[in-house]
């Protein structure tokens, strides 16, 4: 219980029933299921999922300190249907704006760590892209090397800037001393990125995905979140049709493509802390913004509860086995029999996450370039 109380300190509780519209929530409504921090602070013993809103926006703009982007974004999630009994989702409240950007930071930090720390899976709801850094510095405090996935229009590392939001990844990648051992980009826009800055990246053996090669066959994104401990998501990936809250590009993610990239994260059983940041509801028509961000919960709460039914690797009768050689080389892959997913063997013995495009192409006898980008890290 202190752990809880000491958490508390640092939110705000929220009001379901102001969140409604002064309405009842029906039965089978998320509403309704929720255990939610609104007059004392619910026991988390049962969460799987909990909630965290952040409206921070000083990294973001030089005028605006907060937004209500958590609860707006709160009032689409809790008149949807719950269809995942399996899954507890719970919801601590907002963050209190710190004195500083930095107090923001370490008051969000803490509560992800906490909150890690038992085990749970921490969702973080509003404010700008650089709260991200709130994400990687819970993993620094627990001295936790891990790898981290973007998905973003851009690559915010922008070192001229003076929004953090725009330089925030030049601190997680080049930091001392550095946890993150490897870091994916997904969904950059190629106008928007400076050539020399992704030659960079390939340098450093990161692994970036041009928004268009990652719609060709959105599936193959699936093994790229998985071994992350962090997502965080700025809904500028996400098209201007299907987000107009995004006033970047017309271009980037459908509606249904971003669902089921949050779907992947909900699947892995490494991430434990996502955030989906960016929405600014003074720019929302017809708040379908806050509508599509509550639709991409919801398929994280899917991919947790189908995430939750996958085998440990050690049991090997819950897969299909294959060996197969590709350019003098023997290896092994594995498939679930209950979530189709796939992974191969490395020399090291190690299995890591692929997908059944890697298993053809080595049965082909070509490298796959995923075995071989690992390869290189190694």
Known sequence: MSDTLNIADFLHPINLFELSGDQEFKDGQIGKMV?????????????????????????????AETTSAP?????QLYFLYYWHPDIQLADVGNIKAGASLSDTYAALKTVIRALTDLGKTVLIIGGG????????????????IIEGTCIDALINIDINSILRSQSFLMEVLTGEPNFMSHYNHIGFQSYFVHP????????????????????????????VIRNSSIVSFDIAAIANSYA?????????????????????????????SIGIYGYDPAKDKGSITAKQISQMIWYLLDGKSRGKKEARIEDRDAFNEFHVSFAEVSTTFLQSKKTGRWW????????????????????????PERWLRTQERN
């Open 35 to 63: 255990l939610a921090y609104e007059h004392s602070f619910p026991d988390l013993s049962r969460a799987d999922i909990v909630i965290v809103g952040c409206g921070e926006e000083r990294g973001n703009s030089l005028v």
């Open 71 to 75: 609860d707006n974004i709160r009032e």
């Open 129 to 144: 892209h650089d709260l991200t850094l709130a994400q990687y510095y819970a993993c620094v405090d627990a001295k936790k």
């Open 196 to 223: 020399r800055m992704l030659e960079t990246m390939d340098k450093l053996r990161f692994d970036c995905y041009r928004v268009g090669k990652a719609k060709e066959n959105i599936e193959e994104m699936e093994p």
């Open 244 to 272: 107009p809250s995004n006033e970047l590009s017309p271009n980037g993610f459908s509606g249904e493509e971003a669902c089921a990239l949050m779907r992947f994260a909900g699947l892995s059983s490494i991430t434990n």
């Open 344 to 367: 191969m063997q490395l020399p090291d013995k190690k299995f890591i996450a692929c997908s059944h495009k890697d298993y053809l192409l080595a049965g082909s006898n070509e490298i």
